[in-house]
């Protein structure tokens, strides 16, 4: 069976880091683009981060750029988003996907076909 799983998320004062991990079981990460998203309470799901399957490319949104670092593991068959000077905004569920193959840089999340299942990030002061 094909699953993400995330670990690392928690409770964080403003300005504190958290790092997420996500592992892949049952395939390897390695090759696939893997996105990072996050949902706060009752807002719509975002993309936070895109790291390509190849070629070591990464892309970040607006909000996270400067904060975040994603990096990939392969002998862990893991990506890891070290989230850095955290603010009260970066609170929700954050997810890691993975698309089908290499498919570049995106944070469209109908080119995600592994979804995991979600950690919470609790960003208070």
């Known amino acids: 069976q094909l699953q993400l799983v995330e670990t690392g998320g928690g409770s964080v004062q403003p300005g504190g880091s958290l790092r997420l991990s996500c592992t892949g079981s049952?395939?390897?990460?390695?090759?696939?683009?893997i996105g990072w998203f996050r949902q706060a309470p009752g807002e719509e799901r975002e993309g936070v981060s895109c790291l390509a399957g190849s070629g070591g490319r990464i892309m970040y949104t607006g909000p996270v750029m400067g904060r975040f670092i994603v990096s990939r593991d392969d002998a862990n068959n893991s990506v890891y988003l070290q989230m850095n000077s955290l603010q009260l905004e970066d609170t929700g569920v954050y997810f890691c996907?993975?698309?089908?193959?290499?498919?570049?840089?995106?944070?469209?999340?109908?080119?995600?076909?592994?979804w995991g299942q979600g950690t919470q990030v609790t960003v208070s002061s």
């Open positions: 996907a993975a698309t089908w193959g290499d498919f570049g840089l995106t944070l469209e999340a109908n080119a995600y076909h592994y």
């Open positions: 049952g395939f390897t990460l390695a090759g696939h683009s």
